[in-house]
């Protein structure tokens, strides 16, 4: 099982221990987006940042999306079928390995471990500067999914 994590914050005002953290977790921009294996360190690093993320679990179909709308290789080429790593024949596969926690975005290393997405179409529909349970967008976001479709 896999965590899609977004950046919802910007860059400033940011302490140095939290910019450590999303640096680890490649999430270097406001609006980049990610996909991290559930483990204790990687939830660990999220709640230590639940202020300026946004995650959720996610299947197959929001990654094989990400993977064909936003995916990029080096230089920052759209990934193509044709391109995609030797073990892997269509961007299907791919997405399936990393939900099935195969292989990470990191371990690939033709291929970005970050998704640029653009502000969401129609805007935020709750507050971005407070929790979920507090009626905003970060932390542990149940709606995140809803969001991410508008902001491919």
């Keep these: 099982m896999v965590y899609l994590v977004i950046r919802i ?3 400033v005002n940011i302490p140095s221990w939290a910019e450590k953290t999303l640096e680890n ?3 270097r921009k406001k609006f980049n987006a990610t996909i991290v294996t559930e483990n204790n360190q990687t939830l660990g690093m ?3 940042v639940k202020d300026i993320v946004a995650w959720k679990s996610v299947d197959e179909s929001i990654i094989k999306e990400l993977l064909e709308k936003r995916g990029r ?7 193509k079928n044709s391109g995609l790593p030797s073990n892997y024949k269509t961007i299907d596969d791919l997405a399936n390995a990393i939900h099935k926690n195969n292989i990470s975005l990191s371990e690939l290393e033709d291929l970005k471990p970050w998704f640029s997405l653009n502000p969401p179409r ?6 971005t500067k407070t929790q979920y349970t507090q009626k905003g967008t970060l ?3 149940n709606e995140l999914i809803d969001l991410v479709r508008r902001m491919i």
């Design 9 to 11: 914050r910007g860059i």
């Design 25 to 27: 977790l490649n999430l």
């Design 46 to 48: 999220l709640r230590k």
């Design 73 to 79: 290789k080096k230089g920052l080429l759209p990934l």
């Design 122 to 127: 129609g805007g935020f529909k709750r507050k």
């Design 139 to 141: 932390g542990e976001n």
